[in-house]
């Protein structure tokens, strides 16, 4: 099984509309930072009870030497620089991280990264989801900025196009 560490973002739009499964379809379980977990239960809403109520498919785990994270600061806000040390420690088979700064950094660490849109798009390769351009509209509905160009391209690797 891969060790898969989780930020916020990505468990938030997931949550957000209503396939937060399909990272336990896909990893069967994740790994989230303690500083994730306190970011995405901040608040009672959607993402909260679904992460709370997930059972042991998220688990929750601090970081061993929290002395890294002044090493980060500058750029990253606390769950990200979480998720680079704790990917860092236990030698993650890959990060799920949506925000620029944070994929170029795990990049640079040697790490090997995602993002939610390459959840969904590996999602429908494996047949977890039908379409990828609802599950698109409904995100940005919620709030997720996405790019239209960036748009066209997940489409086009989905296998479909925005007329579908």
């Known amino acids: ?15 957000g509309i209503g396939k937060l499964g399909i990272l336990r379809e896909l990893y069967g379980k994740v790994t989230i930072p303690t500083a994730v977990y306190r970011e995405v239960t901040a608040m009672e809403d959607s993402a909260c009870m679904q992460v709370r109520n997930a059972g042991s498919w998220i688990h929750v785990e601090s970081i061993r030497d929290d002395t890294e994270k002044k090493m980060y600061k500058a750029k990253l806000h606390a769950g990200e620089v979480e998720v680079m040390i704790l990917a860092q420690e236990q030698k993650a088979d890959l990060v799920i991280i949506d925000d620029n700064a944070a994929k170029k950094t795990a990049k640079y660490l040697g790490l090997s990264v995602t993002g939610t849109l390459g959840v969904l798009l590996k999602a429908k390769r494996q047949g977890i989801v039908q379409r990828v351009d609802t599950l698109l509209a409904e995100m940005k509905r919620n709030g997720f900025y996405l790019d239209s160009r960036v748009e066209a391209f997940v489409l086009e690797q989905a296998g479909e196009s925005p007329k579908d």
């Open 1 to 15: 099984m891969l060790k898969v560490i989780v930020n916020s973002t990505p468990i938030i739009v997931l949550c």
